[in-house]
């Protein structure tokens, strides 16, 4: 999904429309990866205290 989205916000013309996607799209691949660290920490707990 986060490709098509680049695919999409890259064929806009040039100026803040443009620049706005593609920072609202890097934020949404930061929480992404944000959640994804997230859930490996949190299987890391688990095994630990298991």
Do not use: H, Y
């Not at 930061?30 to 095994?47: C, H, S």
């Amino acid at each position: 999904m986060l490709s098509q989205l680049m695919v999409s916000a890259l064929k806009l013309p040039p100026g803040a429309e443009k620049r706005d996607s593609l920072i609202l799209i890097g934020c949404f691949r930061e929480r992404i990866a944000a959640m994804k660290w997230a859930e490996v920490d949190r299987g890391n707990t688990l095994q630990r205290t298991a």
